[in-house]
């Protein structure tokens, strides 16, 4: 039987350490929400027992070992960058309790290996967005029906598509789209799910199979204009191995990773199906030449890019943290941009206002903002008093917040269009095309709150 978790679990096992002296130590592992895999273990402080004597020095010294298997039902459980997070006592009893946070969480036996850090070859992803925006499909119906229409044959075809593979920062990134089939009451169900894996020549940390995963997840963002988020992590690694009962190698394959640093993705609402409806750019647009050039263009841009998928991901923020993260972007943008003719004025010493780096942009995106906005000068001259003045204590009170509302509006379209075209995202028109969309949104939003930036970066009353 395979071990399962899924956030409410809490499961009564054994503690391991790999060292021979030590006896199983009694812990109960919990997954929840807010926390994470956490390891309570009881015990006696001050007991002169070897069965608590272990325990007692990891929390007496606060400093559990690395790494520990958990033995319960179903199987090992492998815990890797153990660290302690607290303990309680009852004085006078020495009853106690400790904690145990673990760093990543494999379903699976570690082989006997408790000295070594936590490297895999492979990372696979389940990524929000990327089965639609790869239009990757493994299933398939076929339903048959009589000369009436009653439906009377129904085939499922499950099959797995080609991938897309290219490679990035030292590794090769596969696009994938899978499929699996669990029992489900009488039946058996039949699932499927896009992926992203990463794999590097030798075994690297989870850490950095992350750093290069997020590049993408930062171009899925800005693609979907919206949230993009890890969904479940599956590991491969040589370490990781199926064995018979007499420990006969039988084969590997991939197993279920919790990581502390992506498992609060998983609680979080998924992608709206409507999301798709603002994708500036398919994967058909951008191929495999555009993502083999991304990772030269994150580079380059993360300055701009990091700050506007920041503001992009966090659903429910205050309006003026949206406007000022997608200012910053604009800011960095514009100083990658370089001068413009036509661009406001210089401050006094000869440096470029914030004005003039949102003019760069918005110039550059080449969008047309006639239906919110005068002229584009005027439009940077808004967002720019927009920023300073939330930005800065002695302008007084906020901004109105629709007007930031629409300041962050057309910064983020702004960032995510201008990136698309620096990218080379496929035909110059797809982003604009795209970005069509949100402009009636935003001409929308114009009307109801009878907005309308004025040459002079004023807001005025919408024209009739």
């Known amino acids: 039987m395979a071990v399962k978790l899924s956030f409410g679990d809490s499961l009564a096992g054994l503690l391991i350490d790999g060292k021979d002296h030590t006896p199983f130590i009694a812990a109960t592992l919990t997954y929840t929400e807010s926390r994470g895999i956490k390891v309570e273990v009881p015990y006696v402080h001050g007991a002169q027992t070897d069965q608590f004597s272990e325990p007692d020095t990891w929390f007496d010294t606060a400093a559990p070992p690395r790494n520990l298997g958990f033995v319960t039902r179903g199987g090992i459980i492998s815990l890797f960058g153990c660290r302690y997070s607290g303990h309680s006592m009852a004085f006078g009893h020495g009853y106690s309790v400790g904690v145990i946070t673990p760093e990543s969480v494999v379903l699976k036996s570690n082989g006997g290996d408790f000295d070594s850090e936590l490297k895999v070859l492979r990372l696979k992803s389940e990524i929000d967005g990327i089965a639609e925006w790869s239009k990757l499909q493994s299933l398939r119906y076929t339903p048959e029906a009589d ?37 489900s009451g009488p039946g058996i169900s039949v699932s499927e799910w896009g992926s992203l894996e990463s794999e590097f020549s030798e075994p690297r940390t989870i850490g950095e199979h992350l750093n290069e995963q997020r590049k993408i997840i930062a171009l899925l963002t800005l693609v979907f204009g919206c949230a993009i988020r890890f969904r479940r992590h599956d590991v491969y690694d040589e370490r990781f191995a199926e ?11 991939y197993y279920s990773l919790v990581s502390a640093k992506t498992f609060r993705d998983n609680a979080l609402p998924k992608l709206e199906k409507r999301a798709s409806l603002d994708v500036i750019a398919s994967m058909d647009a951008i191929g495999i030449g555009g993502l083999l050039g991304w990772n030269s263009v994150h580079e380059k841009w993360k300055r701009a890019i990091n700050p506007a998928v920041s503001a992009l991901s966090r659903s429910g923020a205050e309006v003026e943290t949206l406007a000022v993260n997608a200012a910053i972007s604009l800011e960095a943008a514009g100083s990658l941009i370089g001068p413009m003719d036509g661009e406001p004025g210089a401050r006094n010493g000869g440096k470029p206002t914030m004005a003039a780096f949102v003019f760069r942009c918005l110039a550059s995106s080449g969008i047309d903002f006639s239906r919110v906005s005068e002229n584009i000068a005027g439009l940077a001259r808004a967002i720019s008093t927009n920023y300073n003045t939330i930005k800065h204590f002695d302008r007084g009170e906020f901004p109105r917040a629709s007007e930031t509302y629409f300041a962050s509006e057309v910064s983020l379209l702004t960032i ?25 949104d935003l001409e929308s939003i114009c009307r109801l709150h009878d907005l309308f930036v004025d040459s002079s970066g004023c807001f005025a009353p919408y024209p009739s």
């Not at 064995?243 to 394959?253: K, N, T």
């Not at 995510?416 to 009636?440: E, I, Q, W, Y």
Request: net charge positive; charged share 25%; glycine share 8%.
């Open 147 to 183: 000369e009436s229409g009653r439906l009377t044959k129904f085939t499922l075809t499950a099959e797995s598509p080609e991938k897309f593979r290219w490679i990035q920062g030292g590794a090769t990134l596969t696009i994938a789209n899978n499929w699996e089939t669990f029992q």
């Open 243 to 253: 064995r018979d009962l007499s420990g006969r190698l039988i084969g590997h394959s």
């Open 416 to 440: 995510r269009v201008l990136v698309a075209n620096l990218a080379k995202f496929g035909s110059v028109d797809t982003p604009h095309f795209a970005a069509r969309r949100k402009l009636d």
